[in-house]
């Protein structure tokens, strides 16, 4: 199991750039997925982005591909979200996300969020 901190977040105007970090706790960080989600208030947690565990794949939602980066440090367990290109609709919670499977069992984790706010 891990502990995730979200860290990053922020007020940022629109077209600016702006790096989500998630640390984690444990020896294990590299058998994690981890992935990145956010929410609006009232609305469902929408999935953002997921990287494997080797940090080799990567996945986006349609509505942040090509601005934003999701990467991984094994060696400093920690993943990033790198956000460019910002739009007011980025404006969420953002949370951290880490699944691992044992046996036939999925688990997963979160972080407690961070707030991202893009300005017009």
């Known amino acids: 199991q891990v502990q995730l901190v979200e860290s990053g977040g922020g007020l940022v105007q629109a077209g600016g750039s702006l790096r989500l970090s998630c640390a984690a706790s444990?020896?294990?960080?590299?058998?994690?997925?981890m992935g990145w989600f956010r929410q609006v208030p009232g609305k469902e947690r929408d999935f953002v982005a997921a990287?494997?565990?080797?940090?080799?794949?990567?996945k986006y939602a349609d509505t942040v591909k090509g601005r934003f980066t999701i990467s991984r440090d094994n060696a400093k367990n920690t993943a990033y979200l790198q956000m460019s290109s910002l739009k007011p609709e980025d404006t969420a919670v953002y949370y951290c996300y880490a699944q691992r499977l044992q046996g036939l069992i999925a688990y997963d984790y979160w972080g407690q969020g961070t707030q991202v706010t893009v300005s017009s």
């Open positions: 990287i494997s565990r080797s940090g080799a794949s990567t």
């Open positions: 444990g020896r294990t960080f590299s058998t994690y997925t």
